[in-house]
């Protein structure tokens, strides 16, 4: 029945299997009380609910029923309710995982696993740290990656002398040998592959050619720690990245920034797998290794960097190096910008470590004694003007010389587009400004921009490289020639190796700039020891 009116007639039937915890008069649990504000007769079914009025006596069963069926519909629900509580309520539950398996079991389930896959059990927890280590797991994929393979034409075998041939031998071999044994060879014949990639170079650039497709087989990625002055590290991923025709241009931004005036320094790394070459696709929780390139400085940032340019939102900072931070009107970081040239970029993001840089070698001083002014002349120069995909000017220029008489201050003068000669003036195409973006905004700095600069020597060599943001700076001096009536404008870079002066200026009718004046400025203490000189 509905309201349940049958269940209880069915218990008032059974008169004589009542539970011994019932007391005459009603139905109570085991162990519960009667009130004794309650009326005489009737007790409580539960704590706080009173019990239905009381009953007549045991023997007479249609007066139960009668009451039964006088009790109200919600009464009735209670004791219902009531004798549900009672049941007792119990289920087994048996639970088989793979840690309750045997080892041996385990083992065969592994030996069906890659190495990639392999790596990552091992941090499941110990056991499946020690299971992972097992050395008979590790020479069947060292064997199949490095051990020569016999030619079905011959009759003796090939072995390597260094692989054990019985299981005793196997044994002598600490867990895990073989495991490190695999990854020191894979790590190294994959940075093997990746720089045989970039040997071919391109005659304009002197620079690798397939750079580009080297990071994307390779896996490469660039990540920047914060680390605060408390020691504590913030770790932010690449968040998207530029390919420009000389260098990348990598962002980082997000909404968990910490405080800049927290931060003592960044660090610049570039991430790789463990097993380079692996295969195509590549797990973003690792394994991965990192390979520092630049640390750089931030304590006092606002007073010791140099801001190249603002809009209503954001204000640039240029650290060093190309590295360039975004800071709201708050000083709060915005993002991360680094402009990283392409010259040996692939030997600095994979061949260094976690804590240390890649070292180049230095370069040997080739010595000429026929020509007089050897290292004066021969140099070429790629540079490109550009932001985010827009090139604003690319161009190279050949047989740049520099005479003896004008190596002043220490520098050689490389005159590059003369403001005498309007045949060499280049326009900027398009409006110039640099282009960065956050999860929510977006905007352009004006006047602002990216520069690329590859100069070679005589022999295609790089020279001096580097990408870095620069800024165009307003002047009052009016421009040299008659022709350009506009507002002039300069940039200026410097660092170790040289500087580069740039003049434009700005045509009304046209709407664009225009370079009146290209010189770069070499170091003599540079052109001396790349060349062996004493100029």
Known sequence: MATGRG???QQHSRG?????GVASGGLRRAGATVSPALPSGQVLLARGSPSPPARPARGSIVSKCSTVMAMQPSELKTMHLQKQHWKPFSKSISTTGIESLPSE???KILSYLDSVTLLCIGCVNKRFYHLSNDNMLWLKIYSKSFLPKRNKWRTEAVQDLSVPQSLSDLQHKESGYWKKEYIIKKIASGKAGIIHLLKSVNTYTGLPVKTKNAIK???LRWIITLKERSGNEHVMDQADISFNETSITVFWYGISWPYLDNLSCLHLYGVTPVLLGEGKTHLKNGPWRRSLIAEYQLANLTQNAEMIGCDELVKLYHVEQGVLLGLWNKNEIAFVMACLHYHQLIERSILGSAAAMHTVPPDKAVLDDVDPEYGLHGYQ???DM?????TYMCGTFRSLFCRKDYIRNGYLRLTVISYKNNSQHLPLVG?????WKTDALEGIVQNCFIMDVTVLDESQKPFWCFSAPVSMVTTSKAPDLYEYLGPSYYLDHVDSIGKVHVKMVWMEETQEYYITNLVLFLS?????SWFGRNY
Do not use: E, F
């Open 7 to 9: 269940w209880i007639l």
């Open 16 to 20: 004589a299997s009542r539970p011994a």
């Open 105 to 107: 079991v385990i083992l």
């Open 217 to 219: 087989m390779s896996g």
């Open 381 to 383: 120069l790629h540079i």
């Open 386 to 390: 550009h932001s985010k995909g827009n």
């Open 431 to 435: 409006k110039v400004g640099l282009s």
């Open 524 to 528: 003599t203490q540079k052109v001396n």
